[in-house]
C-alpha cells in the first residue's frame, strides 16, 4: 500500500518535474491566490485573455478533441454557460489539440458556442501545472482562483448549479 501512494505521489509530480527541467517557472495556482493573466487565440484568431473577464467568474477548461472524458464532458459545459452566461459566468474551453481543423469540426458537431480559445502546445496548460484532461479551474471575481476540479464534472447537476449561483451572488465557494 505504501508503494503505490509513493508512486501515485511520484507520477504526480512528473509533469513539474519537466516544467523544472525546461527552464520554465512552475507557479500552481493555489486557492486564494491570484491567477496568473495569460493571452491565447480562438478559432477565429482573435487574441483573447483572462483579463478580458475581470469582474466575471470565469471557469477555465483545459480538454481536448482526443480525450474521451473531455468529450462527454464539453455539453454539460454549454448548458451552463446557457444556463448562467448572462448572471457573469463565463466559461473558456482550452483545447491543447494541435489541429484547428479538429477543434472546428468538434465545435460543429457539439453545437458548441462557448469561447473555445487554442493552446496549441499546450504553453498555458502546463503554466497551470495540468497533467490531466479534462482539468477545470475556478475563477472568482476578484481573479483568484476559487477551485480546482481534476477530471470530468456534471455541470449542470442541481448542486454544481447551486454552487455556481452562490458564488455568482458574492457567497464563499463550498461545492464542486
Known amino acids: 500500500m505504501k508503494l503505490r501512494k509513493?508512486?501515485?505521489?511520484?507520477?504526480?509530480?512528473?509533469?513539474?518535474?519537466?516544467?523544472?527541467?525546461?527552464?520554465?517557472p512552475v507557479?500552481?495556482?493555489?486557492?486564494?491566490?491570484?491567477?496568473?493573466?495569460?493571452?491565447?487565440?480562438?478559432l477565429e484568431g482573435k487574441t483573447v485573455s483572462l483579463s478580458d473577464f475581470r469582474?466575471?467568474?470565469?471557469?477555465?477548461?483545459?480538454?481536448?478533441?482526443?480525450?474521451?472524458?473531455?468529450?462527454?464532458?464539453?455539453?454539460?459545459?454549454?448548458?451552463?454557460?446557457?444556463?448562467?452566461g448572462e448572471k457573469g459566468l463565463s466559461i473558456l474551453a482550452i483545447s491543447v489539440d494541435e489541429s484547428v481543423e479538429d477543434v472546428e469540426r468538434f465545435r460543429?458537431?457539439?453545437q458548441l458556442d462557448l469561447p473555445i480559445?487554442?493552446?496549441?502546445?499546450?504553453?498555458?496548460?502546463?503554466?497551470?501545472?495540468?497533467?490531466?484532461?479534462?482539468?477545470t479551474y475556478i475563477v472568482g471575481r476578484d481573479g483568484k482562483l476559487v477551485a480546482k476540479v481534476i477530471g470530468?464534472?456534471?455541470?449542470?447537476?442541481?448542486?454544481?448549479?447551486?454552487d455556481f449561483v452562490e458564488l455568482l451572488r458574492g457567497d464563499e465557494w463550498d461545492g464542486v
Open 27 to 42: 507557479v500552481l495556482p493555489t486557492p486564494g491566490q491570484p491567477v496568473a493573466d495569460f493571452a491565447l487565440p480562438d
Open 55 to 84: 469582474g466575471e467568474v470565469v471557469l477555465i477548461n483545459f480538454w481536448a478533441t482526443w480525450c474521451p472524458p473531455c468529450v462527454d464532458e464539453m455539453p454539460s459545459l454549454q448548458k451552463l454557460q446557457e444556463a448562467l
Open 108 to 110: 460543429d458537431e457539439f
Open 152 to 162: 470530468p464534472k456534471d455541470w449542470i447537476a442541481p448542486l454544481v448549479i447551486h
Open 6 to 24: 509513493a508512486l501515485a505521489f511520484v507520477a504526480a509530480l512528473a509533469p513539474l518535474a519537466l516544467l523544472s527541467a525546461c527552464g520554465e
Open 117 to 135: 480559445l487554442l493552446d496549441s502546445g499546450a504553453k498555458v496548460a502546463h503554466s497551470f501545472a495540468t497533467f490531466k484532461f479534462p482539468e
